[in-house]
């Protein structure tokens, strides 16, 4: 078993080509955290991914059939990262995630057994994501996820499984607004569950997100810059998670 | 004042509080330091809690940024290390704040 590295999902969809995002996000993964790779994917994603050394590949058969805003959205394999992951201790990170510092290295020598955010900072100032009142419990961001080989993260991961095959349900129960499976949501509920319905360690900082409405107008090694409502931004060495899929072709 | 000259002040004063807002959550998260592995935020409180402890005693008890209790055995290494990273962080702000100010 390899100490530690990171993992990345990586499926395209009929409507958009992470393949092409996967080729502007993993070098930033592999330059800023110095860390091995894998990148957990399908036959047909394959051929088009980037080839870069350090980074390996597990092929999996995505489960196919969730839905956002009526396009396809395979999402539905995340609860498999424990099983699959070649690490004791794994950075579960989403494909658009744009790596520009090393900050996350920290979490690496914590005894955590498993941490995500629960606290989001809109960069555009917008405060897009405030989804406090569309649930019963507040919704962590599973777009990145620390987790170590452990009982206690596999019970996680387990419950996560188990709260997929029983969405409807759970979703009614915790009285979740949005109906399409979301792994923020699944996580959610799972750590409150597991954690005896109380609380549980989370990343001490805000997950800094450019929302969908944001466009990307330029990717560099160092930061990018966006547009939302004719205002200009920029971000350096801050690490983002990108929301606008047209990041692909920029 | 001409009206679309207020706007254009109001505009400029916006992009600062948003570009100032987004070096200091860049600042926050990068003051974030494992000790004996559990997570510190290196802010002015913590350091001063630590300083402040480490006066009368050589080992404390005290809370990480989980709530969870650590029992800190070189109060030394963790004051100095909680020292660098806040400057460190805090003088990359104040670079940024200064370049934000200049060229907006």
Redesign the interface.
């Known amino acids: 078993m390899i100490d530690k590295g990171v993992m990345a999902y990586c499926i395209n969809t009929d409507r958009y080509r992470y393949d092409r995002i996967a080729s502007k996000t993993i070098p930033l993964l592999v330059k800023n955290l110095g860390l091995p790779v894998t990148v957990v994917t399908n036959e047909d994603t394959l051929p088009s991914l980037p080839a870069i050394p350090s980074v390996d590949h597990i092929i999996i058969e995505n489960q196919t059939g969730n839905f956002i805003n009526g396009k396809q959205w395979n999402n539905l394999d995340r609860h498999r990262a424990y099983e699959l992951s070649p690490y004791d201790k794994t950075l579960l990170v989403d494909i658009d995630f744009f790596c520009y510092?090393d900050?996350l290295l920290?979490?690496f020598?914590?005894?955590?057994d498993f941490l995500v955010h629960d606290q989001v900072?809109d960069?555009?100032?917008k405060d897009s994501y405030n989804f406090r009142c569309n649930s019963a419990i507040p919704m962590v961001w599973a777009t990145l996820i620390f987790f170590k080989k452990s009982q206690l993260a596999k019970s996680i991961f387990d419950m996560v499984a188990y709260i997929k095959s029983n969405y409807e349900y759970y979703c009614n129960l915790y009285r979740i607004d949005f109906t399409n499976f979301r792994n923020d949501y699944a996580f959610a509920m799972a750590l409150q569950q597991i954690n005896g319905f109380g609380?549980y360690?989370?990343m001490?900082?805000?997950l800094?997100t450019l929302p969908a409405n944001a466009k990307v107008t330029s990717v560099d090694d160092n930061g990018l810059t966006w547009s939302i409502e004719g205002?200009q931004?920029n971000?350096a060495?801050?690490?983002v998670h990108v929301i606008d899929k047209g990041v692909a072709y920029v | 004042m001409d009206i679309s000259k207020l706007k254009q002040r109001s505009d400029r004063s916006?992009?600062i509080?948003?570009?100032k807002?987004?070096a200091l959550?860049?600042a926050?998260?990068?003051m974030?330091?494992?000790h004996e592995?559990?997570?510190f935020?290196a802010d002015a409180e913590t350091i001063n809690l630590v300083k402040t402890l480490s006066e009368d005693s050589e080992t404390f008890v005290m809370l990480d940024?989980?709530?969870?209790p650590v029992l800190v055995e070189d109060p030394k290494a963790l004051l100095y290390d909680l020292k660098s990273k806040n400057q460190e962080v805090l003088n990359s702000y104040h670079q940024l704040y200064k370049t934000i100010i200049e060229t907006r």
């Open positions: 510092s900050n920290t979490l020598d914590t005894e955590h900072h960069v555009t100032g609380n360690p989370v001490p900082t805000k800094a205002m931004g971000l060495h801050t690490d | 916006y992009a509080a948003l570009e807002q987004n959550e860049k926050k998260s990068r974030i330091l494992a592995g559990h997570l935020k940024v989980n709530d969870n």
